[in-house]
């Protein structure tokens, strides 16, 4: 069931490899994932949400590149596997941002799908109505080269 529900809400996992990472868990959405916290839901709206920085509140590309660049991410040019780097990419529609995803050392994507599974998965598989399409990429150097 899992597998059809998100195919039917991600068609470009039809055509793409992904594999399902995780249960479903309401605790934490896909930033807090990009980010590395499984505890929290974050989103730039006050309602019910966690954000680390409240003065950075608003849903625009500006808040997620500030937020993300206090935690040491710089914009980059493009989402290629980098050694001594991770990093996490932003998906918009109309500008306004709408997902994340973190790079697996692989150089695969990791992503919270909602309420739904982590999932890795190449960036195109979650492209579209949903979460439209890939916007910035940011990184930081990875001090954990195990």
């Known amino acids: 069931m899992s597998d059809e529900k998100l195919r039917a809400i991600f068609p470009n ?3 793409t490899p992904y594999v399902i990472t995780s249960e479903k868990d309401k605790k934490y959405n896909c930033i807090a994932w990009a980010a590395g916290d499984n505890a929290k839901w974050w989103w730039p709206l006050p ?3 966690y954000w680390p920085n409240e003065a950075q509140a608003g849903n625009t590309m500006r808040t997620f590149a500030d937020t993300f660049g206090e935690m040491g991410y710089d914009i980059c040019e493009h989402g290629g596997l ?5 990093k996490v990419a932003l998906y918009t529609i109309d500008k306004a941002p709408t997902h994340m995803a973190r790079q697996l050392p692989t150089g695969d994507w990791t992503s919270k799908c909602g309420q739904l599974e982590d999932i890795s ?3 195109e598989g979650i492209e579209g109505d949903g979460y439209g ?5 940011m990184k930081r150097p990875n001090l954990d080269f195990s």
């Not at 980098?82 to 991770?86: F, L, R, T």
């Not at 399409?133 to 990429?137: C, H, I, M, N, Y």
Request: charged letters at 20%; aromatic letters at 10%; proline letters at 5%.
């Open 13 to 15: 996992l039809l055509n």
């Open 121 to 123: 998965h190449l960036l």
């Open 47 to 49: 309602e019910d949400n």
């Open 82 to 86: 980098e050694p001594g780097y991770e």
């Open 133 to 137: 399409s890939v916007a910035l990429f």
